[in-house]
């Protein structure tokens, strides 16, 4: 008789006949044990748990994001990647009178409407 060999049985009932299947398993056998006290559901527990989860994932979000844009080797293609310049264009004749002619109007309509607020 080896000493890694053991012996397992497990019990059941089949058509009213108690039956037993023997088994011989090799290995290692591991035991897990669970104690606890058990208690009613209360909700704000719950929430603030949930909470906390939530604002510690947005917490990782930026410490990853500081160690990406400021420790790493390669820290410039990561901001390549997250962020995109954006280029001035200068207006062309067209869209600064357009522009200044709604000014006009803009001005034009707020005077007339001042006058007759004030009559």
Known sequence: RSCD????????VENGVSKRHLFKVFGIRFD???S?????F????????????????GVATVVCDLML??????RNY???KKFKDAQ???PSKEDSDLCSSNLQQENETN???ECSVKT
Do not use: C, Q, W
């Not at 844009?69 to 390669?74: F, I, N, R």
């Open 5 to 12: 060999l053991l012996r397992y049985a497990r019990y059941y």
């Open 32 to 34: 897990v044990m669970v």
């Open 36 to 40: 606890g006290k058990a208690g009613k």
């Open 42 to 57: 209360d909700i704000i527990p719950t929430m603030t748990t949930i909470g906390s989860g939530i604002g510690i994932f």
């Open 69 to 74: 844009l400021h420790l790493l080797p390669k």
């Open 78 to 80: 990561y901001k390549e």
């Open 88 to 90: 001035l264009e200068k």
């Open 111 to 113: 005077a007339k409407s």
